[in-house]
């Protein structure tokens, strides 16, 4: 696990200095990647807003990356595996040991035995409708603490 899959560009991450944010369009729920960001957050970004309202389904993606709908694990192993981080679903018990331990600088994963999300360029992206509405894959306006969970990033990440 945590191995980057296929295209070995996306997981090389460039430019240096602090991490621009990515924003998030409030009307559609759409988030745009900063300028500049390498490919994997690029891709990342295109594959949630991708599933983005795709409904909550409980082992939705497990089988395979595509799915109808999504649950927790499934949508945050869409994301991963898009960046070129990923080479097969994993649920949020084993995301607890994906990648390095610590928050990334692009891409975080928070993951606890029960639950999982994922940070990218500073949005959430989470099915829990923790602090925001709405359930399923959903970029998220609110933060999260990530008290309880198990923080996780791929290197350079």
Same mark, same amino acid.
């Given at each position: 696990?945590?191995?980057?899959?296929?295209?070995?560009?996306?997981?090389?991450?460039?430019?240096?200095?602090?991490?621009?944010?990515?924003?998030?369009?409030?009307?559609?729920?759409?988030?745009?990647?900063?300028?500049? $960001?390498?490919?994997?957050?690029?891709?990342?970004?295109?594959?949630?807003?991708?599933?983005?309202?795709?409904?909550?389904?409980?082992?939705?993606?497990?089988?395979?990356?595509?799915?109808?709908?999504?649950?927790?694990?499934?949508?945050?192993?869409?994301?991963?595996?898009?960046?070129?981080?990923?080479?097969?679903?994993?649920?949020?018990?084993?995301?607890?040991?994906?990648?390095?331990?610590?928050?990334?600088?692009?891409?975080?994963?928070? $993951?606890?035995?029960?639950?999982?999300?994922?940070?990218?360029?500073?949005?959430?992206?989470?099915?829990?409708?923790?602090?925001?509405?709405?359930?399923?894959?959903?970029?998220?306006?609110?933060?999260?603490?990530?008290?309880?969970?198990?923080?996780?990033?791929? $290197?350079?990440?």
């Amino acid at each position: 696990p945590g191995a980057p899959a296929g295209n070995p560009a996306a997981a090389t991450p460039t430019g240096s200095g602090k991490p621009r944010k990515a924003k998030l369009i409030r009307k559609s729920g759409r988030a745009i990647a900063p300028l500049g $960001a390498p490919p994997a957050v690029v891709n990342a970004i295109a594959a949630g807003n991708a599933i983005r309202k795709r409904p909550y389904v409980w082992g939705g993606g497990h089988a395979s990356f595509e799915s109808h709908g999504y649950d927790c694990s499934g949508a945050v192993s869409y994301v991963l595996h898009a960046a070129g981080l990923l080479t097969s679903p994993l649920p949020s018990g084993p995301l607890m040991s994906w990648g390095e331990p610590g928050k990334g600088r692009w891409i975080t994963v928070m $993951a606890n035995p029960s639950h999982t999300y994922v940070v990218v360029a500073g949005l959430r992206f989470d099915t829990s409708s923790y602090g925001s509405g709405g359930n399923g894959p959903r970029w998220r306006w609110t933060k999260r603490r990530p008290r309880g969970f198990a923080v996780r990033h791929f $290197a350079g990440y």
